[in-house]
T-cell receptor, first 112, second 114 residues
Framework: QQQVKQSPQSLIVQKGGIPIINCAYE??????FPWYQQFPGKGPALLIA???DVSEKKEGRFTISFNKSAKQFSLHIMDSQPGDSATYFC???????????WGAGTKLIIKP | DSGVTQTPKHLITATGQRVTLRCSPR?????VYWYQQSLDQGLQFLIQ???????AKGNILERFSAQQFPDLHSELNLSSLELGDSALYFC?????????????FGEGSRLTVL
């Protein structure tokens, strides 16, 4: 119940394409769903996050779509660029137990 | 720059040795988290401290220990090192009263055990 399942494990997309990374969860008590971006040799950095009371959030070229009934959320990257090549982690947390549950990560490569 | 400082950046040591990794959280952050990331792997949560007290424990080995000091910096001690302990060790901090899940990561300490 505490797991967050992330797919795919790796993804290769041509420049300008729209990579989509999916995550699913079981515990309906989760109330915050962040995405982190990690470049090789660097620490993860918070990219964008959503709460379950909204179905979509956009920040620049990054969009989170949230489906509360299906207990799924996904990250879309519009007009992807080679500089977006990184590992992306979804996560879920609930304030009541202060824990952050991580997905396994998706290694994204954007080909020029 | 996340504001989280980790030292050392790189460390090479031998099996059986002990090392200490240090983390200074962002100014004002009371929570410190330690994560282990092996090559091309995900993030393994080790332990969390909040204002000097242990708050949550993950898959931390008995050979590993951590503490958070009154000035809020934290240290992760790794002893009886094995080859499999080679990894990136990240520290992250979170704001007091802030959103659980909004973490700020340091650049990591890369440990190589030979």
């Amino acid at each position: 119940q505490q797991q967050v399942k992330q797919s795919p494990q790796s993804l290769i997309v041509q420049k300008g394409g729209i990579p989509i990374i999916n995550c699913a969860y079981e515990n309906t008590a989760f109330d915050y769903f962040p995405w982190y971006q990690q470049f090789p040799g660097k620490g993860p950095a918070l990219l964008i996050a959503i709460r379950p009371d909204v179905s979509e959030k956009k920040e620049g070229r990054f969009t989170i779509s949230f489906n509360k009934s299906a207990k799924q959320f996904s990250l879309h990257i519009m007009d992807s660029q080679p500089g977006d090549s990184a590992t992306y982690f979804c996560a879920a947390s609930m304030k009541s137990n202060y824990q952050l549950i991580w997905g396994a990560g998706t290694k994204l490569i954007i080909k020029p | 720059d996340s504001g989280v400082t980790q030292t050392p950046k790189h460390l090479i040591t031998a099996t059986g040795q002990r090392v200490t990794l240090r983390c200074s959280p962002r100014s004002g952050d009371l929570s410190v988290y330690w994560y282990q990331q092996s090559l091309d792997q995900g993030l393994q949560f080790l332990i969390q401290y909040y204002n000097g007290e242990e708050r949550a424990k993950g898959n931390i080995l008995e050979r590993f220990s951590a503490q958070q000091f009154p000035d809020l910096h934290s240290e992760l001690n790794l002893s009886s090192l094995e080859l499999g302990d080679s990894a990136l060790y990240f520290c992250a901090s979170g704001a007091a009263g802030g959103i659980t899940g909004e973490l700020f990561f340091g650049e990591g300490s890369r440990l190589t055990v030979l």
